[in-house]
C-alpha cells in the first residue's frame, strides 16, 4: 500500500485505495465495527474501522474507491490497518482512480488471442469444438475476470494470465512425457476456471467483491461440469469425451479437503490439478516476498499453510511468468 504521511509523531497516515471487502462486525462488548481489506495497485492491507457509525459510513460498499487516514499496526504478526476517518473519492481529489487497480502482467486482449492461438492448432475436432464454444460464451467477461476474491491472481486479468501461465506449463510436461493426450490436457487447462466468472460478483474494475449464491452453492467446478455437459449435448460431442472434461474440471483442485468432487483419476486430470496448484503456489510465495527485504521472511502466509516465505534474493523480478511467447 502506498502511504502519504500526515503525522509522523501521530503515525498517521493518507491513503488512496478501494474497498476490497468489507464485513460489518460486533465487538466482545456488542459495539459493531468494520473489518476490511484495503487495496491499491502496490498490494492490499487488512483493516480495522471501529468507529463505525451505520449513519455515516452507510454508503460504504466492496470495490468503492476511498480516501482513508489512519495508522499502521501489528495484528498477530501481520500489518493491520487501523481506520480513524474514511470517505469516497471526489472529483476535487484529482485522483486517477484506474491506478489503484492491481492487473495482470500481460495484455488481456493478447492473452486471450493467445489461448484461441493454441486452440485453433487442435487436431481433435469436438474438443476444439466445445472449447471454443465455452470461450465464446464467455465473451468480453473473461477479459478483466480476476482468478479469485482475495486469494492467487485476485487482479484485473488475473483469470487469463493464470490459464496461460497453466497452458505453457502444459505444453513443457507434454515434452517430457510424451504418453499425456496433449490436447485433452490443454482443453482442461483452458476451461477449468471458467465457472469462476459465475462465482464472484466482480466489477467493472475487474475487481471480485464477494462470492455469489451461486458460488456459495454450486461453486465453479460443479458449474463449470454442468457448463460442458450442457455444450456436449448441445453440439453432439462425443459422450465420452464430454465425460473426460467433466472430470477434469470437477477434480482439478486434487482433493475434496481443497473442493474436489472428485479425485483425479486419468493421468491428464493428475497433471492438471499439479499445474494448477503449482502455478497458484508460486502466485503466493512470490507476492509474499515482493515487499521483504533480502534475507528476511514474510508475515505468516494462511494460504500458504501458515507459512513464512523467506527472500533469498537471488532472482530478479516481481512477477512470476511462465514464457508465454514460446510456442
Given at each position: 500500500?502506498?502511504?502519504?504521511?500526515?503525522?509522523?509523531?501521530?503515525?498517521?497516515?493518507?491513503?488512496?485505495?478501494?474497498?476490497?471487502?468489507?464485513?460489518?462486525?460486533?465487538?466482545?462488548?456488542?459495539?459493531?465495527?468494520?473489518?476490511?481489506?484495503?487495496?491499491?495497485?502496490?498490494?492490499?492491507?487488512?483493516?480495522?474501522?471501529?468507529?463505525?457509525?451505520?449513519?455515516?459510513?452507510?454508503?460504504?460498499?466492496?470495490?468503492?474507491?476511498?480516501?482513508?487516514?489512519?495508522?499502521?499496526?501489528?495484528?498477530?504478526?501481520?500489518?493491520?490497518?487501523?481506520?480513524?476517518?474514511?470517505?469516497?473519492?471526489?472529483?476535487?481529489?484529482?485522483?486517477?482512480?484506474?491506478?489503484?487497480?492491481?492487473?495482470?502482467?500481460?495484455?488481456?486482449?493478447?492473452?486471450?488471442?493467445?489461448?484461441?492461438?493454441?486452440?485453433?492448432?487442435?487436431?481433435?475436432?469436438?474438443?476444439?469444438?466445445?472449447?471454443?464454444?465455452?470461450?465464446?460464451?464467455?465473451?468480453?467477461?473473461?477479459?478483466?475476470?480476476?482468478?479469485?476474491?482475495?486469494?492467487?491472481?485476485?487482479?484485473?486479468?488475473?483469470?487469463?494470465?493464470?490459464?496461460?501461465?497453466?497452458?505453457?506449463?502444459?505444453?513443457?510436461?507434454?515434452?517430457?512425457?510424451?504418453?499425456?493426450?496433449?490436447?485433452?490436457?490443454?482443453?482442461?487447462?483452458?476451461?477449468?476456471?471458467?465457472?469462476?466468472?459465475?462465482?464472484?460478483?466482480?466489477?467493472?474494475?475487474?475487481?471480485?467483491?464477494?462470492?455469489?449464491?451461486?458460488?456459495?452453492?454450486?461453486?465453479?467446478?460443479?458449474?463449470?461440469?454442468?457448463?460442458v455437459e450442457i455444450?456436449?449435448?448441445?453440439?453432439?460431442?462425443?459422450?465420452?469425451?464430454?465425460l473426460l472434461l467433466?472430470?477434469?474440471?470437477?477434480?482439478?483442485?486434487?482433493?475434496?479437503?481443497?473442493?474436489?468432487?472428485?479425485?483425479?483419476?486419468?493421468?491428464?486430470?493428475?497433471?492438471?490439478?499439479?499445474?494448477?496448484?503449482?502455478?497458484?503456489?508460486?502466485?503466493?510465495?512470490?507476492?509474499?516476498?515482493?515487499?521483504?527485504?533480502?534475507?528476511?521472511?514474510?508475515?505468516?502466509?494462511?494460504?500458504?499453510?501458515?507459512?513464512?516465505?523467506?527472500?533469498?534474493?537471488?532472482?530478479?523480478?516481481?512477477?512470476?511468468?511462465?514464457?508465454?511467447?514460446?510456442?
Open positions: 500500500m502506498k502511504y502519504i504521511e500526515v503525522n509522523k509523531q501521530l503515525g498517521l497516515k493518507d491513503c488512496y485505495c478501494l474497498i476490497k471487502s468489507l464485513d460489518k462486525k460486533t465487538t466482545r462488548n456488542g459495539k459493531p465495527y468494520l473489518d476490511m481489506i484495503l487495496a491499491d495497485a502496490s498490494g492490499e492491507v487488512p483493516a480495522k474501522l471501529w468507529d463505525y457509525d451505520e449513519i455515516k459510513h452507510a454508503d460504504l460498499a466492496p470495490s468503492m474507491p476511498v480516501k482513508v487516514r489512519g495508522s499502521e499496526e501489528e495484528f498477530k504478526g501481520a500489518p493491520q490497518f487501523r481506520v480513524n476517518n474514511i470517505r469516497p473519492i471526489v472529483d476535487s481529489d484529482d485522483f486517477d482512480v484506474s491506478q489503484l487497480v492491481v492487473s495482470a502482467p500481460e495484455d488481456s486482449k493478447w492473452m486471450l488471442d493467445e489461448i484461441y492461438a493454441c486452440l485453433d492448432g487442435f487436431e481433435d475436432g469436438d474438443l476444439k469444438k466445445i472449447v471454443k464454444y465455452l470461450l465464446q460464451k464467455r465473451g468480453e467477461s473473461l477479459l478483466n475476470a480476476p482468478a479469485a476474491v482475495n486469494m492467487h491472481h485476485a487482479e484485473r486479468g488475473g483469470l487469463l494470465f493464470h490459464t496461460l501461465s497453466m497452458l505453457r506449463i502444459a505444453e513443457r510436461i507434454c515434452e517430457v512425457y510424451p504418453f499425456l493426450d496433449r490436447e485433452l490436457l490443454l482443453s482442461g487447462v483452458i476451461i477449468h476456471d471458467l465457472g469462476k466468472i459465475d462465482e464472484m460478483e466482480i466489477n467493472e474494475l475487474g475487481l471480485a467483491s464477494k462470492y455469489t449464491t451461486q458460488g456459495e452453492l454450486v461453486g465453479h467446478l460443479v458449474k463449470g461440469a454442468i457448463e455444450a456436449a449435448k448441445e453440439l453432439g460431442i462425443d459422450e465420452e469425451t464430454a467433466e472430470h477434469l474440471v470437477i477434480s482439478h483442485h486434487g482433493v475434496p479437503e481443497f473442493g474436489a468432487a472428485k479425485y483425479p483419476s486419468f493421468v491428464e486430470s493428475e497433471v492438471l490439478s499439479v499445474i494448477d496448484n503449482l502455478d497458484a503456489t508460486l502466485f503466493e510465495m512470490n507476492t509474499a516476498i515482493n515487499s521483504v527485504n533480502i534475507g528476511d521472511f514474510s508475515s505468516r502466509q494462511w494460504s500458504l499453510d501458515n507459512r513464512r516465505i523467506y527472500n533469498h534474493g537471488r532472482t530478479f523480478g516481481t512477477t512470476p511468468r511462465a514464457d508465454l511467447k514460446k510456442r
